[in-house]
C-alpha cells in the first residue's frame, strides 16, 4: 500500500515570496491534514480536511495561508507571501475515516525563508 | 485546554538496553496515538491504544485512562529506535478533534 506522498521535499525561498505544498493521501482515506512544525517542537495542526469539506482550520493564519482539496483527493497548500517565522517542515497526514483514526504522515517538505 | 507532558525529555541508552517512555494527560480523552520521528524527520505511527496494552515486537504500550497516562516500552534498544517519541490525544467528543500533542521525548541509543 503506498503512503503520504509529498512534495517537494525541500524548498528555500525568500521572505515575500510564495510556495506551495503538495499533498497526495493514501487511497480511500477521507481525512487529511496539515501540520507544521518547527524545529525541537511538536506538530501543530493548520487546517483538517473531511473529504473536501474543511473541519478545522482554527490554526490557519488566513491572510497569508491557503488550502484547498479538489475532488477529495489530492491537496494543495499555500503560503503568500512567505515571512521567516515560517520555516518549519510542512507534514502532510491522512487518516481512513472521521477526525483522527490512526494518523499516517508523509516525508514533509523543509521550507526554508530567507 | 488539556495538558500533555511527556517525560523525560531527554534519554541516551546504549544499545540493548531497555526504556519507559511515559505520556500524562491533564483530562479524559477519546484515544492516544504514539508515533516515533527518526532523524530524518519521518513520523511513524507506533501504537493507536486508547485504553489496555498492545504490542508490537520490541514495542508495547499501556494506557490507562482512568489514571490518565499510558507508557511506551522499548525493549532491547537498537540504534534504528533513536528519534523523538510523540505522545497525540484526543480530547473528549464535544471539542474539535484536534490532536493535541505533547512536546516528545528525545532518544538517543549508542552503540
Same mark, same amino acid.
Given at each position: 500500500e503506498a503512503g503520504v506522498a509529498q512534495s517537494p521535499r525541500y524548498k528555500i525561498i525568500e521572505k515575500r515570496q510564495s510556495v506551495a505544498f503538495w499533498c497526495n493521501p493514501i487511497s480511500g482515506h477521507a481525512t487529511l491534514y496539515w501540520y507544521q512544525q518547527i524545529l525541537g517542537q511538536g506538530?501543530?495542526?493548520?487546517?483538517?480536511?473531511?473529504?473536501?469539506?474543511?473541519v478545522?482550520?482554527?490554526?490557519?493564519?488566513?491572510?497569508?495561508?491557503?488550502?484547498?482539496?479538489?475532488?477529495?483527493?489530492?491537496?494543495?497548500?499555500?503560503?503568500?507571501?512567505?515571512k521567516l517565522e515560517d520555516s518549519a517542515v510542512y507534514l502532510c497526514a491522512s487518516s481512513q475515516r472521521t477526525t483522527n483514526e490512526?494518523?499516517?504522515?508523509?516525508?514533509?517538505?523543509q521550507l526554508s525563508v530567507l | 485546554g488539556i495538558q500533555v507532558e511527556q517525560s523525560?525529555?531527554?534519554?541516551?541508552?546504549?544499545?540493548?538496553?531497555?526504556? %519507559?517512555?511515559?505520556?500524562?494527560?491533564?483530562?479524559?480523552?477519546?484515544?492516544?496515538?504514539?508515533?516515533?520521528?527518526?532523524?530524518?524527520g519521518q513520523l511513524i505511527n507506533l501504537f493507536y491504544?486508547?485504553?489496555? %496494552?498492545?504490542?508490537?515486537?520490541?514495542?508495547?504500550a499501556t494506557t490507562v485512562a482512568t489514571e490518565r497516562y499510558s507508557l511506551l516500552y522499548i525493549s532491547s534498544s537498537q540504534t534504528t529506535d533513536s528519534g523523538v517519541y510523540f505522545c497525540a490525544v484526543e480530547p473528549p467528543?464535544?471539542?474539535n478533534y484536534q490532536l493535541i500533542w505533547g512536546a516528545g521525548t528525545k532518544l538517543i541509543i549508542k552503540p
Open positions: 506538530p501543530k495542526l493548520l487546517i483538517q480536511f473531511q473529504n473536501n469539506g474543511v478545522d482550520d482554527s490554526q490557519l493564519p488566513k491572510d497569508r495561508f491557503s488550502a484547498e482539496r479538489l475532488k477529495g483527493v489530492d491537496s494543495t497548500l499555500k503560503i503568500q507571501p512567505a490512526k494518523l499516517f504522515f508523509g516525508s514533509g517538505t | 523525560p525529555p531527554d534519554l541516551i541508552l546504549q544499545e540493548g538496553a531497555n526504556s %519507559t517512555l511515559r505520556c500524562n494527560f491533564s483530562d479524559s480523552v477519546n484515544n492516544l496515538q504514539w508515533f516515533h520521528q527518526n532523524p530524518w491504544i486508547p485504553s489496555g %496494552t498492545k504490542q508490537n515486537g520490541r514495542l508495547s467528543a464535544y471539542s
